[in-house]
């Protein structure tokens, strides 16, 4: 996955959604009740939507399960908790 991402923000409703690839989402899946994660057909990342700005991301499952890019998640979760 690249290190690379572009942001959609709605601060009004305090909202986002992180692109880190185009394609079409084959799935999401609910990782709590403020982020959401759409896969594509091979179970890659295609991007994270933020339901509250200040959720903060679960690091561990995001590197171990999805297999992100573990300093891509820690600048995520310093960016948006901010």
């Known amino acids: 996955m690249s290190k690379q991402f572009s942001v959609e923000l709605d601060e009004l409703s305090a909202m986002a959604y992180v692109t880190f690839s185009d394609g079409p989402v084959a799935k999401t899946i609910a990782i709590n009740d403020d982020l959401n994660i759409d896969l594509d057909v091979h179970g ?39």
């Open 44 to 82: 890659n990342v295609l991007g994270i939507e933020y339901l509250n700005l200040h959720a903060e991301l679960p690091e561990d499952r995001l590197i171990t399960e999805f297999k992100m890019d573990a300093e891509l998640v820690h600048k995520l979760n310093r960016g948006m908790a901010a």
